[in-house]
Nanobody
Framework: QVQLMESGGGSVQPGGSLRLSCSVS????????VGWFRQDPGKERDWVAR????????YYAPSVKGRFSISQDDTKKIVNLQINSAKPEDSGMYYC?????????????????WGQGTQVTVSS
C-alpha cells in the first residue's frame, strides 16, 4: 500500500518557477515508480514526468523536457517536480501517482495509487 500527498502548488507568472513535492508513504521493500500527471477539467490525465526509485531513472513528456525536472531525495520518500520556464499551458491539477514493481508505467492506467492533487496556475 502506498499513500501519496502533493504540496507546493500555486500561481506563477509565465517564465517563472515552481516546485511541487510528493510525499510517499509506504512500507514496501520493492522498488516503485512515481509519476506526475497534469489534468485539465473534463480531460484525461496527461503524463508529465516519472522516476523509478530503483536507480533514479527519469522520463519526461516532450512538452516539458528541458523545463521540468523530477527528482527523489535520499530516502526516496519525497519526489519533487521542479517547473521552470513555466508556460500557461502548464496550468492544471497536478497529481502524483505510484506503482510498485519492476517497471515504470507511462499511462495513468498503469498506476495504482494516487494523491489528491495540487493546482498549478500559470498566468500573468
Amino acid at each position: 500500500q502506498v499513500q501519496l500527498m502533493e504540496s507546493g502548488g500555486g500561481s506563477v507568472q509565465p517564465g517563472g518557477s515552481l516546485r511541487l513535492s510528493c510525499s510517499v508513504s509506504t512500507d514496501t521493500q520493492r522498488p516503485y515508480c512515481v509519476g506526475w500527471f497534469r489534468q485539465d477539467p473534463g480531460k484525461e490525465r496527461d503524463w508529465v514526468a516519472r522516476i523509478y526509485s530503483g536507480g533514479g531513472i527519469t522520463y519526461y513528456a516532450p512538452s516539458v523536457k528541458g523545463r521540468f525536472s523530477i527528482s527523489q531525495d535520499d530516502t526516496k520518500k519525497i519526489v519533487n517536480l521542479q517547473i521552470n520556464s513555466a508556460k500557461p499551458e502548464d496550468s492544471g491539477m497536478y497529481y502524483c501517482a505510484a506503482e510498485v514493481g519492476y517497471w515504470c508505467p507511462q499511462l495513468s492506467t498503469g498506476f495504482s495509487f494516487w494523491g489528491q492533487g495540487t493546482q498549478v496556475t500559470v498566468s500573468s
